[in-house]
């Protein structure tokens, strides 16, 4: 009985289907079938009621399943003690990225990682809506909290990023400019829909304050709602690392330059049920090292939303 079959059980398991863990592993089908039966016929027990359609798991291999989990994570948890941090890592990662501003940062520091490692291999997905990273075998992502879907995750902060009002002149020509935080309500502004279906018609402000907004223009992508804050569509609430430029080359406005800003936070996260392999915790490892939030913590979806 290989730990390789094992994990591959996991996976079939965690999805309901041999097919989508074929997909998954980038395996063909007959494959993860023949490893299948042959892990059965090791056990000597059935793992899956097999249906027309569909599987699931026996009362055994429910068993199975909990405590190979936990006997997995163990022995990955052993190999990272007593493995060299230099020892050649060779596994798969599947990541995903929520497409904050600093996505190409992360992705450098992906790339610097798969440098460093050259047998690793790395799938980066990126996605605006909520993905069970169980069920589609994700071991790492970089999340903000409104997109967390388990609760039973770790989540570690990662990045941060202050939060500011920006108008381009041309809006403010025609529509006035704000003078004091609550003339905004009488604006347009370009309002974020996060993947739960809950729309920013208040933004969160410094020490738990929450702003009124309203606006004509709804959208989930923090880089349309830049685009169309430039093209004076209506005030944003943006990133200020993303505007910086533009204010300063007299494209966009910063407004409310006293209002202490809100400060958003990236987290890295990993669900707490699964085993992390070893490749997996050395990536965790570098990511946090390469960017040394202030007074980071591990969190269990504490922490506010921002766009």
């Known amino acids: 009985m290989k730990t390789e079959d ?75 003690e007593i493995t060299d941090t230099k020892a050649e890592l060779t596994a ?33 997905i990126t996605s605006t809506e909520p993905l069970d990273m169980v069920r589609n075998n994700i071991d790492i992502a970089f999340m903000v909290n409104e997109t967390f879907t388990e609760f039973d995750m770790v989540a570690k902060p990662i990045l941060s990023e202050e ?41 969160p402000l410094a020490n738990d304050v929450l702003q009124a907004v309203k606006g004509n223009l709804c959208t989930n992508s923090i880089h349309l709602a830049y685009e169309a804050t430039r093209l004076g569509r209506g005030i944003g609430y943006l990133p200020k690392g993303l505007c910086v430029d533009d204010v300063q080359q007299g494209k966009l406005v910063r407004l409310f330059d006293d209002l202490p800003p809100y400060i958003g936070v990236v987290f890295l996260v990993y669900p ?9 915790q050395r990536l965790l490892d570098y990511m946090q090292t390469e960017f040394p939030l202030p007074n980071t913590s591990d969190s269990n979806m504490g922490a506010k939303p921002w766009i």
């Open 92 to 124: 798969h990662l599947r990541i995903l990225i929520f497409p904050v501003p600093q996505i190409m940062d992360v992705i450098r520091k992906i790339f610097a990682f798969m440098d460093e490692n050259p047998k690793v291999s790395i799938e980066i």
């Open 272 to 280: 707490s049920r699964r085993f992390l392999n070893l490749t997996g």
């Open 163 to 203: 939060m500011c009002f920006f108008a381009s002149p041309e809006y403010l020509k025609k529509a006035g400019t704000p003078l004091k935080l609550t003339d905004i309500e009488q604006h347009n502004s370009i309002l974020f829909r996060f993947p739960n279906g809950k729309t920013f018609s208040e933004v």
């Open 6 to 80: 094992i994990a591959l059980f996991h996976r079939i398991a965690e999805t309901g289907s041999i097919l989508e863990a074929s997909n998954l592993l980038n395996l063909p089908k007959s494959t993860v079938s023949r490893r299948l039966i042959s892990l059965e016929e090791s056990l000597n027990i059935k793992l899956f009621h097999r249906l027309s359609r569909s599987i699931s798991l026996t009362s055994a291999g429910s068993q199975f399943y909990q405590k190979t989990l936990t006997m997995l994570a163990e022995l990955e948890q052993t190999l990272a």
